[in-house]
C-alpha cells in the first residue's frame, strides 16, 4: 500500500486540521507505543532543512486507532511566503519507517496579514 497522497490549499495564517490513516501495508493499526510520528514540511524535495516539523511525542500530532490529526495552526504559516511547499507524514518505529501520506500545501492570498491583528 502506498502513502496517501493529500493535497492541501488555504489562505497563509488559516488554521488547517489535518487527518490520516496509520495503517501498515496490509491495512493493519500499527504500534505506537514505542514509535515517533513526524510531520515534515519544507519548500521542495530536495533540500533537507524543514520549515515546519510537528511530531507525535511533543503531542502536536494524535493518535486514536487508526487515525492520526494534526493543526496546522496561524502561527506556522502566517510569515510564510505563499506559494506551494511539500509535506510528509512518516511513522518510526525502530529500523521500520513508513510513509503513511504526502503531498503540497498551497498557501494562498489573504488580506489580513499578522501585523494587522
Do not use: W
Not at 490520516?20 to 514540511?41: C, K, P, R
Not at 502566517?78 to 500545501?105: H, N, P, R
Request: net charge negative; charged share 25%.
Amino acid at each position: 500500500m502506498e502513502a496517501k497522497e493529500f493535497d492541501f490549499e488555504f489562505p497563509r495564517g488559516d488554521t488547517c486540521p489535518v487527518s490520516f490513516d496509520i495503517t501498515d501495508s496490509n491495512g493493519n493499526e500499527l504500534d505506537f507505543s514505542t514509535a515517533e510520528v513526524y510531520f515534515t514540511m519544507k519548500k521542495n524535495y530536495n533540500v533537507s532543512q524543514y520549515i515546519l516539523q510537528k511530531k507525535k511525542s511533543t503531542g502536536d500530532i494524535t493518535v486514536s486507532g487508526t487515525k492520526g490529526s494534526l493543526l496546522l495552526e496561524h502561527n506556522d504559516t502566517a510569515e510564510l511566503s505563499y506559494g506551494s511547499y511539500v509535506y510528509d507524514i512518516q511513522f518510526k518505529d525502530g529500523s521500520y519507517v513508513k510513509t503513511l501520506a504526502l503531498g503540497t500545501i498551497t498557501l494562498t492570498n489573504e488580506s489580513t496579514h499578522k501585523v494587522n491583528e
